[in-house]
């Protein structure tokens, strides 16, 4: 472990701003020595999030964890993926936090503060990076393609019942008021053009889940589009609570001090960030409920298998050179409880003082 030895820091005015595109983050942390390239073959299925596990459980502390990148992924079956997989790259660390926040760690607090009551509404562009490559059609459906096609990691093999996309933002618009949500919420593979989503239905829930609801009683299918991978400043909006009625993508706007460019989804009328390694479209049931779960959470408990909701694929879009971000959750502490512990911490701490 002696690459990893040293302590890198971020301090104020060695940085531009926070990067508007994953893949420049990525940049930042490998320029700050905090991003570790793993070229070996590594199994997704069995393989990639242990060994990137193992550094919150096996005793480094954490100024010593990494953001790895996986860039030769096979799968168990032995397949072979042309995406590298990104882990631990969104907060593996404080300090890989606040590289995507592009401030020091003691400035997040108010950062988050200012962006809440200072949105700055998006941008839309007709030509987005996340659409370079368009999958539709029949191409959605059969062995190896659709989501089959995705390097998606099995996150606890041995437990998950199928691969799971974790760095999402789950994008829907209330029928009401046409105000967009972005929330952060797990999607199980269910088949090449079909994923299972669970969207917090807990008590008062969670936007997307206000928004099912409404669907619901309408009866009719509520478009859906999941980023995967995109400014880290607006994939740290999914998380946070934010009000149901509060478009995220201004309050990231709001953290990089300017618009940030958002384009419309090709067959969902829903806008998404135009950045984003890739984007998968679709049409969630607003009746049929499936099995999905278990799965471990933020806190360290495992919810356990429930009825959550059924996506049907429409489109998947992506970069022409995309990385797959994925998060470590789970047993505490890890990457997802660092999420919420270096950017709520604070708030919470100010609301009750």
């Given amino acids: 472990m002696d690459e990893i030895a040293s302590k890198p820091r971020l301090v104020a005015g060695d940085n ?178 079909r994923l299972g989503v669970r969207m917090a239905s807990r008590i008062g829930g969670a936007g997307g889940y206000v928004h099912w609801r409404k669907y619901n009683k309408r009866g009719t299918p509520m478009p859906c589009a999941i980023a995967v991978g995109c400014a880290p400043i607006a994939m740290f909006t999914g998380g946070m609570k934010l009000p149901i009625d509060l478009d995220e993508m201004a309050v990231a706007g709001a953290l990089a001090g300017r618009s940030i460019q958002v384009a419309k989804a090709v067959t969902v009328d829903l806008d998404v960030p135009a950045d984003a390694e890739l984007v998968i479209e679709g049409l969630i049931d607003p009746e049929l409920l499936e099995p999905e779960g278990p799965f471990g959470e933020s806190h360290g408990h495992v919810a356990l298998e429930d009825f959550n909701m059924s996506m049907l694929v429409t489109a998947i879009t992506r970069k022409r050179s995309p990385v797959l971000v994925s998060i470590i959750s789970q047993v505490t502490p890890s990457e997802s409880s660092v999420l919420k512990r270096v950017a709520m911490e604070p708030l919470f701490l100010t609301h009750l003082r």
């Fill in 16 to 193: 531009a701003g926070p990067p508007l595109d994953f893949q420049a983050h990525l940049a930042a942390l490998d320029a700050r020595g905090l991003l570790l390239r793993i070229d070996r073959a590594i199994d997704k299925d069995s393989q990639l999030h242990p060994l990137v596990r193992w550094q919150f459980q096996g005793g480094l502390a954490e100024d010593q964890r990494r953001a790895f990148l996986f860039t030769n992924v096979v799968d168990a079956q032995g397949r072979r993926y042309d995406i590298p997989v990104a882990v631990g790259a969104l907060a593996a660390s404080a300090q890989i936090y606040a590289v995507g926040m592009g401030r020091p760690v003691e400035e997040i607090e108010t950062a988050w503060l200012k962006a809440l009551v200072n949105p700055i509404a998006p941008t839309r562009i007709t030509t987005p990076p996340c659409q370079e490559v368009v999958v539709t059609g029949r191409e959605l459906v059969g062995p190896g393609k659709g989501l089959a096609a995705l390097p998606v990691p099995v996150s606890t093999p041995g437990f998950d019942a199928a691969p799971y996309l974790t760095a999402t933002l789950c994008i829907t618009r209330d029928p009401d008021t046409g105000v967009q949500n972005m929330g952060t919420y797990r999607a199980a593979l269910k088949a090449t053009n």
